[in-house]
C-alpha cells in the first residue's frame, strides 16, 4: 500500500460568505461589503472569509461576522438572551471557477437580525451598507451585480427566509425583544413585499398557541392608541402556517 501523500490532492480552500438579513424603513435589506482587495477589488459582496484551520464553520461564520460588521451572533446556548443576531447554515456553493484565486467551496450562512444600526467595516471590506434586496437581486439575463457568485448565495437567503416564515417563528427574529402584533406584520409585509389585512394577520398570530406570549405591556412608538407588546413564545413550529400571498 503506497504512503499518503497530501502532494498529490488539488489544494482547495473553504469559506463562509454571509446572507445578513434585517427590516429597515418597512423593507427588507442585506448587508454588503465593498471588497478593498483583488479579485473583485471595488465591487460589492456579501460579507465572509476563509475558514482557519482551528475554527468550525459556526465558529468562522460568527468571526467574519463579527470581523467585518461589528455584529455578534446570538448564542444558543443562552435562549432568553435578547442580543444577537439568529445564525443558521443555508447551503454549499462548490462551482470550480466561482473563485478565480483558486478551487474555493463556500458554506453559506443566513443572519437574521432586527433593525440595525449602520454597519462598520472591517477585515478586507472597504465599507459597508445595507442595501434593499429589491435593489441587489439580479432579474434573469441581466449581469452579476455582486461579486463571485453572491447574486445565486443572496438569492437563496431570501427565498429561505420568505419560505421559512410560513411555517416558523422566524419572523420574530427581525423584532425586537417586545413587539406589538402590528410591528411583526410589517416584518411579514417587508419580507414578503406583499401588504397583509390587520385583521386576518391578528387573528392568525395571536390564535396560535405558544407563537406570541404578552410581554404585560402597551407601546405607543406606532402612533395612535397604546398597543400591546408581546414576546416570541416557545413554538418553533405554525399550525396551520401563514401562507404568503400570491404576488
Known sequence: ???YDPSAFPPFAVTVDLVVLTVRRHALCALVVKRGEQPFQGRWALPGGFVRGDEDLAAAAARELAEETGLCAHDPAQPDADNGA???QLATYGAPDR???MRV???AHLVLAPDLPAPRAGGDANSARWAPVDELLVPEGEASRLAFDHDRILADGVERA?????YSSLATA???PEFTVGELRRVYEAVWGVALDPRNFHRKVTGTPGFLVPAGGTTTRQGG???QLFRAGGATLLNPPMLRPEV
Open 1 to 3: 500500500m503506497s504512503p
Open 86 to 88: 439568529h445564525l443558521e
Open 99 to 101: 473563485d478565480p484565486r
Open 105 to 107: 467551496v463556500s458554506v
Open 162 to 166: 420568505r419560505s421559512k416564515i410560513e
Open 174 to 176: 427581525f423584532c425586537p
Open 225 to 227: 392608541r397604546p398597543a
